[in-house]
């Protein structure tokens, strides 16, 4: 059996396209140029703080990076996916009615220490 190297770069690559991360959005949280994260995702091997940094922005186990394999990734598609699969309809509970009711009390919070705040200046 042949041993395939991993290439990290490439991991990085198809992580963060499964994770609908742009280049540009990845060079921006690392401080780097969009070409920068280009060459990255071209490099076999990446230097540890450089995988640390692109794994804590990902929320991903450094481990992926680099042992991230698209064999695997595939295995764990085909057995878990199937045409018979069951749809589950569960039901939103959220509730928009209580969310504008909060917003209105802190608008009016915010009008009233306005409003306290023009009587004093009016006052001096």
Known sequence: MTEKTIHEGRNVKRIREILGIKQDALAAELGLSQQAVSALEQREALDKDIIEKISKILRIPTEAIRSFS?????????NTFHD???????????????????????LLKSEREKNALLEKMLSK
Not at 71 to 77: C, F, P, S
Not at 85 to 100: E, S
Request: aromatic share 12%; net charge negative; with cysteine.
């Open 70 to 78: 698209d064999e695997t990734a595939i295995n764990i598609i085909s």
């Open 84 to 106: 018979n699969a069951v749809n589950m309809n569960y039901q939103c509970t959220f509730n928009p009615f209580d969310k504008v009711v909060e917003l209105y009390e802190a």
